[in-house]
């Protein structure tokens, strides 16, 4: 089982920038595909962004398309989520979800496909 951990949030002014990482620990598949989603207070979970392993096909959210860069580093395991231009919008709670994939090719905006999730990393954007 592929366990994912983020790292990287914090507190930053808008217009800034972040990076978020989402590592792997345990057995690592060369296959699965990364989601990564976020919540607000008081609001529902939202997907952000995802990226497949193997064709490295990525997929936004039409909030952070152009803001927002996906990318995966495949000597240390990990995928990263650079964010640029953030909005007070954008603050939240940022959690790292995989799914085993053989085909390399996934990659979701449905929640629901990923069936392992990290215990987030919060992201503050003050005004």
């Known amino acids: 089982q592929v366990q994912p951990v983020e790292s990287g949030g914090g507190l930053v002014q808008a217009g800034g920038s972040l990076t978020l990482s989402c590592t792997t620990s345990?057995?690592?598949?060369?296959?699965?595909?990364l989601g990564w989603f976020r919540q607000a207070p008081g609001k529902e979970r939202e997907f952000v962004s995802a990226?497949?392993?193997?064709?490295?096909?990525?997929v936004y959210a039409d909030s952070v398309k152009g803001r927002f860069t996906i990318y995966r580093d495949d000597g240390d395991n990990t995928v990263y989520l650079v964010m640029n231009s953030l909005k007070p919008a954008d603050t939240a709670v940022y959690y790292c979800?995989?799914?085993?994939?053989?085909?390399?090719?996934?990659?979701?905006?449905?929640?629901?496909?990923?069936?392992?999730w990290g215990q987030g990393t919060q992201v503050t954007v003050s005004s």
């Open positions: 979800a995989t799914h085993l994939d053989p085909s390399g090719r996934l990659a979701s905006s449905e929640s629901s496909v990923y069936d392992t």
């Open positions: 345990g057995r690592t598949y060369s296959s699965y595909a």
């Open positions: 990226i497949s392993w193997s064709s490295g096909d990525t």
